[in-house]
């Protein structure tokens, strides 16, 4: 999901850590060490990793082509392969079958099995194009803000992870208690008690 769609969800993270020394510098060096790689024609069925926010399929980190003011925007890319189950079964019963004729045997031993379907998946993986998914994100450095364009639970656990690995920070997810536990300078008792608190359910029409 994008900036500039026309309907947009958002996860707000609040960014935790310091870069002490030479921040653009570092910033820029981590996203080119962990831009997205191209995986088709490769036997991988997945990919994740940082790409531009105006040229997706040429990352360019280059300058201050991702920089505004105090923000920076980039993307997140994932890129998935994905296999239809029943083509797999057929290509892997052909290649058992195969295997039986040329040894002349009637059954194959269980890891025999399994190290032919691995075969049968790198060999299906190599033909298949990956479907990309972008999802932008601004980070206004200065107020240690993140605002992730999507709610998608495995698109953030994606983010979450790279973003670690990249910049050696860590994203907390801002909702009424992470807000109100981390930028409301509440005294030790308000906190006891924010903690004590449970979730209330809401429900939709009239009870009798």
Sequence with gaps: ??????SVSITRYRVQGEIEDGFMETV????????????????????????????????DFE???????????????????????KVVDKQVKMAIAKRLAQSERETLHRNEKSEIKDEVLRRLYMRVPAT???YDLIWNYEEKVLWFFTNLKAANEELETLFAKSFKLSLVRMFPYTEALMTAELADEQKDRLEKLSPTTFY???HA
Excluded: C, Y
Aim: overall charge positive.
């Design 1 to 6: 999901m994008g900036v500039l769609s026309s």
């Design 28 to 59: 820029t060096a981590a996203l080119k060490n962990n831009t997205i790689r191209e995986i088709d024609n490769e036997p991988d069925d997945k990919s994740v990793g940082w790409t531009s926010f105006q040229s997706s399929f040429q990352p």
């Design 63 to 85: 300058g201050s082509s991702f920089v505004i003011g105090t923000h920076l925007i980039f993307s997140l890319r994932i890129d998935k392969k994905s296999l239809p189950a």
């Design 132 to 134: 990309p998914n972008m």
């Design 204 to 206: 939709r029409g009239s």
